[in-house]
T-cell receptor, first 115, second 113 residues
Framework: IAGITQAPTSQILAAGRRMTLRCTQD?????MYWYRQDLGLGLRLIHY???????GKGEVPDGYSVSRANTDDFPLTLASAVPSQTSVYFC??????????????FGAGSRLTVL | RKEVEQDPGPFNVPEGATVAFNCTYS??????FFWYRQDCRKEPKLLMS???SGNEDGRFTAQLNRASQYISLLIRDSKLSDSATYLC??????????????FGSGTRLQVQP
């Protein structure tokens, strides 16, 4: 079934550790996104990528980095995790970032707890 | 003020009831509007797009009021399976020229037997 795969599903991490959340899509979508979801704050955009080889900063990029080496993969890295990065992380994709419809398909999410 | 605001609820309604949610947005340049549904501990999924003339999909009706900058979602004949959080999503051109989706924090609906 076409869609987005995220890994890990959940992770408990010690503060200061490095962590990479993986995201792979098989829909050949050009645009990919990373959001974090926190209670009462909704989904907030961390980083995005319009197409392979390009990335951009979203609303809350500090402490996170991304890369887009190819169309399918869009990993999110926390270089040195802090407790405030405890959240549910969703990867998403859309055909094109600047299309009027811009419907997002989401992965199942990665629940990260930083202690 | 948040760019997209929703009443968090919860809205507790009996089966068969009609329920309506509103969502207000602050960016007058917003061009596309959507409702997503999110079940507990699951990912958001598109419920429906919202068109200027309003649109209906079965028991669901979405409307847009550009003058007052709000969109609404009406659910008729509520089912237990409608219990979820409904996210209002607005797409606008930013100063950078890029379009950006902004999500509301969601309205929780609980349909009771």
């Amino acid at each position: 079934i076409a869609g987005i795969t995220q890994a890990p599903t959940s992770q408990i991490l010690a503060a200061g550790r490095r962590m990479t959340l993986r995201c792979t899509q098989d829909m050949r979508h050009n645009a990919m996104y990373w959001y974090r979801q926190d209670l009462g704050l909704g989904l907030r955009l961390i980083h995005y990528s319009n197409t392979a080889g390009t990335t951009g900063k979203g609303e809350v990029p500090d402490g996170y980095s991304v890369s887009r080496a190819n169309t399918d993969d869009f990993p999110l890295t926390l270089a040195s995790a802090v407790p405030s990065q405890t959240s549910v992380y969703f990867c998403a994709s859309s055909e094109n970032v600047n299309s009027g419809a811009n419907v997002l398909t989401f992965g199942a999410g990665s629940r990260l707890t930083v202690l | 003020r948040k760019e997209v605001e929703q009443d968090p609820g919860p809205f507790n309604v009996p089966e068969g009831a009609t329920v309506a949610f509103n969502c207000t947005y602050s960016n007058s340049a917003s061009q596309s509007f959507f409702w997503y549904r999110q079940d507990c501990r699951k990912e958001p999924k598109l419920l429906m797009s919202v068109y200027s003339s309003g649109n209906e999909d079965g028991r669901f009706t979405a409307q847009l009021n550009r003058a007052s900058q709000y969109i609404s979602l009406l659910i008729r004949d509520s089912k237990l399976s409608d219990s979820a959080t409904y996210l209002c999503v607005v797409n606008a051109h930013m100063d950078t020229g890029r379009r950006a989706l902004t999500f509301g924090s969601g309205t929780r609906l609980q349909v009771q037997p």
